[in-house]
């Protein structure tokens, strides 16, 4: 036979995993490659113990909470060595489910880097194998991008390092401004370190709505995350057991942990495409079609290391239509339009469809409705916390063009309110739904007065 496998597939995360599969099932002679752990990067090291952190997080809040409605709670303490541990073990067996779902469907997997050689082989590159596959696909993601060059930039961490410290910082600097930022900030903030974050633009959340984006900077500075925006970090030194971080103002600021998360990158330093004619683009991303194939005919790619929308449900998406399309003979562009989004800060952010400024940008004449409201439970426990709930709607044809929440639970609404965006309802078929009494949720369908000048 030409070919060991009709589909060999790098990196076994959510696209990579889910495409395996499917392609297996499909009657496919499939093997897959993983260099680090089966599960990928939301499983081990991003979404999944990020929200088990999050949770963990959550109860220094409840505590506080729980005096108003009657509760004395005794000296909580948090022992970081448990959730750390617990965490891992979930990990643990998830990452065990990913490997039996793959011998299931028939899937032959690799625990080693692949890299190709060229169009058609891969080396295993452990135990110095080639193997020849009629097609490949590239599901490689992407890896945590570091401040290259700063000096002492060794004393820092990035993301995939922050889950398995072996001792909870007392104070950590956060350097960046994205959701991941943020999450770790509210994670590590819960869980009771001192928590500032450094971000060299003038605002957290580039590319989500912009009221949202500053409604978030006021909520997390009340729950007394440092915020310091404008500034890089020039260098970080040894101070003792300490780290002492220079910043740009000049500033000299003592911590016990550096964290890192001021981007990704695509993984595909190394993986041979050059070798293989692939293009990438400035950023090395896998340049792809709608069907995800590369500009090699046989190589395919998919998930994070696309570059395109980087999150887990779209990696599976990516994968399944891959696979749809080649296997199943039913050929599944994939849209990546209405993907509604969460980030776990302090409050949680759910959000879908397009921010107030893209909207005008891309649709011209829009309506904004907007309400920012203390909820319910926040007036017996005292928490100051505000929800904001913000609607944009296309003037012309009355369509909610996007719905951004930030406040509890905002994440749970924003999958349900993305439903209605993606079939495009009205925001006269949004209002007709009776409210559910008592809700937040409520206020969404409510919300009857435009923001004047807007
Ligand atoms: C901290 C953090 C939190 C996140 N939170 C969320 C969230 O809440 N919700 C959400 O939807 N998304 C979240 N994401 C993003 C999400 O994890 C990714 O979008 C998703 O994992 C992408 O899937 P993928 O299949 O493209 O790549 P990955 O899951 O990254 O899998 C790629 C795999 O390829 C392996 N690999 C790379 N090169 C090779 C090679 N040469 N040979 C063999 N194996 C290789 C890697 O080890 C990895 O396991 C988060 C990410 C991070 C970092």
Not at 162 to 184: C, D, N, Q, S, T
Not at 261 to 270: E, M, Q, V
Request: proline share 4%.
């Amino acid at each position: 036979m030409k070919y060991d496998y009709d589909l060999f597939v790098i990196g076994a995360g959510s696209g990579g995993v889910r495409a395996a599969r499917i392609a297996s099932l499909a009657g496919a002679r499939v093997a897959i490659a993983e260099e680090y752990r089966i599960g990928g990067t939301c499983v081990i090291r991003g979404c999944v113990p990020k929200k088990l952190l999050v949770y963990g997080a959550e109860f220094a809040q409840n505590f506080s909470d729980a005096k108003g409605f009657g509760w004395t709670v005794g000296n909580a303490v948090f022992d970081w060595a448990s959730l750390r541990d617990n965490v891992q073990k979930e990990v643990a067996r998830l990452s065990g489910i990913y490997t039996t779902n793959l011998h299931k469907a028939g899937v032959t997997p690799f625990e080693e880097r692949a890299e190709l050689v060229d169009a058609h082989t891969v080396k295993l590159v452990k135990s110095g194998s080639e193997l020849r596959a009629e097609r490949i696909l590239i599901a490689t993601g992407g890896a945590p991008q570091l401040l290259d060059g700063l000096p002492g930039l060794e004393f820092g961490i990035s993301s995939n390092e922050a889950f398995l410290l072996e001792k909870f910082p007392e104070r950590i600097l956060i350097v960046g401004g994205g959701y991941v930022a943020l999450e770790f900030a509210n994670i590590f903030h819960g869980l009771g370190a001192k928590t500032r974050i450094v971000h060299r633009g003038d605002r957290m959340l580039r590319g989500f709505d912009d009221d949202l984006r500053a409604h978030l900077h006021i909520e997390t500075e009340r729950t007394g995350v440092q915020l310091t925006m404008k500034t890089t970090l020039t260098k970080i030194t040894r101070a003792g057991s300490a780290l002492r971080v220079t910043l740009s103002t000049g500033e000299h600021v003592e911590v016990d942990q550096v964290l890192f998360a001021i981007g990704r990158h695509p993984s595909t330093h190394g993986l041979g495409l050059d070798r293989a004619g692939v293009k990438l683009d400035p950023s090395g991303a896998v340049v792809v079609d709608e069907y995800s194939q590369s500009s090699v005919e046989n190589i395919y790619a998919i998930g994070d290391v696309t570059n395109r929308v980087n999150l887990t449900p779209v990696a599976i998406r990516d994968g399944h239509a891959f696979a749809d399309t080649i296997y199943n003979k039913r050929p599944t562009p994939v849209d990546h339009r209405s993907v509604p989004s969460a980030v776990f800060g302090r409050p949680p952010i759910g959000t879908v469809g397009l921010g107030e400024g893209d909207a005008r940008h891309s649709h011209g004449e829009i309506d904004v409705y907007r309400s920012n409201f203390r909820p319910m439970r926040n007036m017996l426990s005292g928490n100051q916390e505000r929800t904001l709930m913000k609607l944009v709607v296309d003037r012309k044809t009355d369509k909610l063009l996007g719905v951004h929440i930030a406040g509890e639970d905002a994440p749970e609404m924003a999958q349900l309110a993305a439903v209605a965006v993606k079939a495009g309802l009205t925001k006269k078929q949004w209002d007709s739904t009776v409210a559910l009494h008592p809700t937040a949720a409520e206020e969404l369908v409510l919300m009857r007065e435009r923001v004047p000048g807007r």
